[in-house]
């Protein structure tokens, strides 16, 4: 039998930060009153996602002590996740069933494992530029892949939107 643990899973890779302008881009598609779970920081003290996240007015909960599949916090889950694990994070998302917004490759929508979820209420919102994400202290000046933010039972306007 062969089964991966998460640390093992854990790659160099996912330990890019998001920066403000990305959590900006996505606070008026979150409702008012709900309590944001930022799942995707265990053993991150570098990211201040949720620093940013509370300063643009939103309640957040997360700890670099929480284990995504061991929790289930919140209203709403957003977060920029690890990508080299994806399937096991959907597989725990389909599980969990709640509402999300994560940033993701925009490839990730012609994935299987997106069929995990409830297709009814897959949306995306899709920005006009590419993010440059934080290794450290430094944004990277050209990060190579475009990013959506993969959306789950939010109840958006629309099923794609541009901003
Ligand atoms: C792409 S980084 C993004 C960090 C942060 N969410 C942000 O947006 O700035 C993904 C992070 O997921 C975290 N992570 C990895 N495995 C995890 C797990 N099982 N539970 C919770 N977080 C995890 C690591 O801390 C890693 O830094």
């Given at each position: 039998?062969?089964?991966?643990?998460?640390?093992?899973?854990?790659?160099?890779?996912?330990?890019?930060?998001?920066?403000?302008?990305?959590?900006?881009m996505?606070?008026?598609?979150?409702?008012?009153?709900?309590?944001?779970?930022?799942?995707?920081?265990?053993?991150?003290?570098?990211?201040?996602?949720?620093?940013?996240?509370?300063?643009?007015?939103?309640?957040?909960?997360?700890?670099?002590?929480?284990?995504?599949?061991?929790?289930?916090?919140?209203?709403?889950?957003?977060?920029?996740?690890?990508?080299?694990?994806?399937?096991?994070?959907?597989?725990?998302?389909?599980?969990?069933?709640?509402?999300?917004?994560?940033?993701?490759?925009?490839?990730?929508?012609?994935?299987?494992?997106?069929?995990?979820?409830?297709?009814?209420?897959?949306?995306?919102?899709i920005p006009d530029k590419?993010i440059?994400?934080?290794?450290?202290?430094?944004?990277?000046?050209?990060?190579?892949?475009?990013t959506c933010?993969?959306?789950?039972?939010?109840?958006?306007?629309?099923?794609?939107?541009?901003i």
């Amino acid at each position: 039998m062969c089964s991966l643990s998460i640390k093992q899973d854990f790659k160099n890779d996912d330990q890019y930060n998001t920066p403000k302008e990305a959590w900006e881009m996505i606070i008026p598609y979150i409702p008012k009153n709900v309590t944001i779970w930022e799942a995707f920081m265990m053993g991150n003290t570098s990211s201040k996602s949720m620093d940013y996240l509370s300063e643009l007015g939103c309640e957040v909960v997360g700890s670099p002590e929480l284990d995504f599949f061991e929790n289930d916090l919140g209203d709403v889950i957003v977060s920029n996740p690890p990508y080299s694990f994806k399937k096991k994070i959907f597989k725990r998302l389909a599980e969990l069933d709640k509402p999300f917004i994560l940033l993701l490759p925009i490839s990730t929508i012609s994935k299987q494992f997106v069929k995990l979820l409830k297709r009814e209420f897959i949306q995306m919102i899709i920005p006009d530029k590419r993010i440059q994400f934080i290794k450290g202290e430094d944004p990277l000046k050209r990060c190579w892949f475009d990013t959506c933010f993969l959306c789950y039972k939010m109840n958006l306007e629309k099923d794609i939107t541009f901003i």
